[in-house]
């Protein structure tokens, strides 16, 4: 049983990995927050499946519960910010009121 909560842990691990790529090179602000996010979710599941490997299930259920937590909190954070900014460039704000006043 332990090999499968091995391979379930290598194969969410892979998915962050793509998930990684999108959050680099994503071509929008919103891709990256939402692969940030999910890159957040995989870790919750694979903190699980360490703590089944483990045999310390009570534990890791407190550490990836607060993990999701936090991982939801910045997740609106960033959106929020994001919302208004429309950019991680900084200064692209204000040239973008520039060219809605002309």
Not at 11 to 40: E, N, Q
Not at 66 to 92: D, E
Request: hydrophobic content about 55%; charged content about 15%.
């Amino acid at each position: 049983m332990d090999v499968f909560f091995l391979a379930s842990s290598l194969m969410l691990g892979i998915l962050v990995l793509i998930c990684l790529y999108r959050a680099v090179f994503g071509p929008t602000v919103m891709d990256r927050i939402i692969s940030v996010s999910a890159i957040g979710t995989k870790t919750s599941a694979i903190l699980l499946l360490m703590g089944m490997i483990y045999g310390r299930v009570e534990m890791f259920v407190d550490i990836a519960l607060a993990y999701a937590l936090l991982n939801f909190i910045a997740t609106l954070g960033a959106a929020k910010f994001f919302r208004v900014r429309k950019s991680i460039l900084p200064g692209l704000k204000c040239q973008e009121r520039k060219s809605e006043v002309s």
